[in-house]
């Protein structure tokens, strides 16, 4: 990740002690900011922890620099990815951008006068999956259940998502992943970064009903891995799934089952779930508070 | 030794005159080539989006002379990984198309799009990319005229020089 910083903010990175570095925050003007595993700190221009008055200061030289970097010179090709707000680098890392917003007839076209990127440490966690795949999964994949990942944000459903899809595609089974915000299987250039099993087939960029369409027509799968359901539009897509005998694992906000059903398009939309998975952090990120068997959104 | 000191003078004069002729087909040559090469850069930000360093990397293969010299050090100068503007490394670039005979025009019409590619949208890249192509349409066609003109006008100076000096010095 540290390739993609301006040499000199790479420079600092280099002589400081991290343990396991999760971010780097750079915002123009103000004190260079990484997070490790003991959290957030602030580092000084030779890769010391410090306070924010002695802290480097980013000019505006590091974060062109950078831009320059992450976009490879190329902002054209990234232009999907900006209107997102981020792009994601080979080995899966993310830099969220922060700047100015360009809107033409109502939808942002792209981001000027860019003032802070966050760069994010792309990590897989395998076996995430492990206390839940065997019942997620039969042993040799021949009988799967459609699962919902339930939490609020920031507690892995992600991650649990990946290793799911990762561990039922090494059960033997075809998985396809629609990746509408390339969270899951992080792609560069169309290639995974992160591990998401030996036969997943991954809709980067897609969005979920063209992603269905064209996984049901092209790539036959028997399970479709997919991020955030919670819109009306989703009844559609994943009834169509259910219709063609495809199980789906997909993840949803929420913070419990109840709340869930209780929403306007969870009727239609949750009754092709056999399987509920509600996350916390209670015990850090990945805690898994309950498995729920379910039919019929009930 | 007479017919042979006049031999060694008719070949000179007229190796030169041809050397010069020669410079306005390679200025010709040198353009058509700047053209495939921005007709190849347009349709690969048009329908592949491809990042310059990939692009700049695999054209340098594609051409040779001046142009895939050109390709060849601005694609270096991206992977090089300092994060410079990218107007800077097309610059180097640029320095070696001057001393490659490429016309002033076209290395300030060059220079221009250095400016702005890779900075925008793929419909503002694909403006700037056709206003290239066109001003090197036109540069084009004045080098071929001139080329057509010059290169006989050369050739014969060459050879007739020669054989003028040949009269006045045997």
Request: a neutral charge; one cysteine or more.
């Amino acid at each position: 990740m540290q390739k993609y910083l301006a040499p000199s903010l790479r420079g600092i990175l280099e002589q400081a002690t991290l343990s396991r570095l999760e971010e780097v925050r750079i915002r123009l003007n103000r004190p260079l900011m990484v997070k490790d595993a003991r959290g957030f700190s602030f580092l000084s221009h030779n890769g010391q922890l410090s306070v924010p008055l002695q802290a480097y200061i980013v000019t505006r030289d590091d974060l062109e620099r950078t831009v320059q970097l992450v976009t490879e010179s190329s902002w054209y090709a990234w232009e999907q990815e900006i209107q997102g707000g981020y792009l994601t680098l080979p080995g899966g890392h993310r830099v969220g951008i922060g700047g100015q917003a360009v809107y033409s007839h109502g939808v942002l076209k792209t981001i000027k006068n860019i003032s802070s990127l966050n760069f994010r440490q792309g990590r897989a966690v395998l076996g995430a999956a492990d206390p839940i795949i065997g019942q997620v999964a039969s042993k040799g994949g021949s009988q799967v259940l459609s699962t919902l990942i339930v939490s609020p944000p920031g507690c892995g459903k992600t991650t649990l998502l990946r290793d799911l899809a990762r561990q039922v595609a090494n059960c033997g089974l075809q998985v396809v992943i629609i990746d509408e915000r390339s969270e899951i299987a992080s792609c560069y250039l169309g290639v995974p970064q992160l591990d998401v099993g030996v036969q997943t087939d991954v809709l980067d960029g897609y969005g979920k009903e063209i992603g269905v369409h064209h996984a049901l027509r092209g790539l036959g799968p028997q399970v479709v891995v997919t991020d955030e359901i919670g819109h009306g539009a989703d009844a559609q897509v994943l009834s169509e799934l259910a219709r063609s005998g495809v199980k789906v694992i997909a993840t949803c906000h929420g913070d419990s089952w109840e709340n869930l059903r209780g929403r306007s398009w969870a009727k239609e939309s949750l009754g092709i779930f056999e399987l509920v998975v509600i996350l916390s952090r209670r015990m850090g990120p990945g805690t898994i508070e309950s498995v729920l068997r379910v039919r019929g959104g009930t | 030794m007479k017919g042979v000191a006049a031999g060694l003078i008719l070949f000179s004069t007229g190796a030169m005159g041809l050397t010069i002729a020669r410079s306005f087909s390679h200025q010709v040559h040198s353009l058509r080539q700047l053209m495939t090469f921005v007709q190849v850069l347009e349709s690969e930000i048009r329908f592949a989006r491809t990042t310059l360093p990939h692009v700049l990397a695999h054209q340098a293969t594609q051409f040779s002379g001046a142009i895939g010299m050109f390709l060849s050090i601005v694609s270096t100068g991206l992977k090089a990984g300092h994060g410079e503007p990218f107007i800077v490394v097309w610059e180097a670039g640029l320095d070696s198309l001057a001393s490659n005979g490429v016309p002033g025009s076209t290395l300030e019409d060059l220079r221009g799009l250095g400016d702005v590619l890779g900075t925008s949208d793929v419909t503002e890249q694909i403006k700037h990319l056709n206003v290239l192509l066109h001003r090197l349409e036109q540069t084009l066609k004045r080098s071929e005229e001139e080329r057509d003109k010059q290169t006989r006008l050369w050739q014969y100076l060459g050879f007739s020089s020669g054989l003028l000096l040949c009269l006045l010095l045997l």
